[in-house]
């Protein structure tokens, strides 16, 4: 909650990307600005959305093209997420014709490539996460035991499970590596990008994540947490 508001408070983030668990009409209030919520629920019906529509939130993040008919059917703008698994030109211009606002590319994809790529038909703006704990996996039940949000594997790295709001049947592992691009800004602008997204987890600061990016300031590795450039190079 506290992160919600002190990105919507900062001015900067063109728009912020929230679990749908958090949309209440308590927070509906501290957000003046709801088009710059962007309602991320990992699994959503049309009855959740129109739901959400009358709180005055209006974007949602679509994760699978089955998304896209559901959040227009709610009157909705729909924005891409990395699991469309966006590779290549002839994609990107399809999913820009089905009526998405702009995108996040494939996870898996280089930057080299996404420099290259041919975007010829309309506006269509793409982005990449540059930040953030990356999701490994969606379960239908927690390897977990106990109360914990998370488990040590064999070679003693923390790896977090996330449970999404009331569905208990809907867990998604985290990467225990934290991806971070902030040494790396100039590169993203060589690979033509629009945006990038932060992915915070709990309890990290928005200001101070941002003032790595505006700064350029490399993150530090120590025993606990590592950084990692993920597969854009």
């Not at 469309?84 to 996040?104: C, F, P, Q, R």
């Not at 996404?114 to 982005?127: E, H, K, N, V, Y």
């Not at 594997?153 to 569905?167: E, S």
């Amino acid at each position: 909650m506290n992160q919600l508001v002190e990105a919507a408070s900062l001015g900067q983030p063109e728009y912020v990307y929230t679990s749908s668990s958090l949309l209440t009409p308590e927070v509906s209030n501290k957000i003046e600005d709801k088009a710059r919520i962007i309602v991320l629920p990992p699994i959503f019906t049309c009855g959740k959305l129109c739901g959400l529509r009358n709180l005055g939130f209006s974007r949602v993040l679509a994760h699978t093209i089955g998304h896209i008919p559901v959040i227009h059917e709610a009157g909705m703008t729909g924005h891409g997420g990395f699991r469309l698994n966006i590779t290549n030109s002839a994609a990107l211009k399809e999913y820009a014709s089905l009526g998405l606002a702009d995108t996040i590319m494939s996870i898996e994809v280089s930057l080299q490539r996404l420099g290259s790529l041919s975007r010829s038909f309309p506006p269509f703006p793409i982005g990449v996460y540059a930040y953030g704990r990356l999701p490994m996996m969606l379960l239908k039940r927690s390897p977990n035991v106990g109360d914990s949000d998370g488990f040590t594997d064999r070679k003693g790295k923390f790896i977090r499970i996330v449970n999404h709001g009331n569905n208990q049947n809907e867990y998604e592992l985290l990467n225990p590596d934290v991806l971070c691009l902030s040494d790396r800004v100039s590169d993203l602008e060589q690979a033509k990008l629009d945006f990038v997204v932060l992915k915070l987890s709990p309890g990290e600061s928005v200001k101070q994540i941002l003032e790595m990016f505006e700064n350029g300031i490399k993150p530090e590795n120590n025993s606990k947490l590592r950084h990692t450039k993920g597969l854009y190079y």
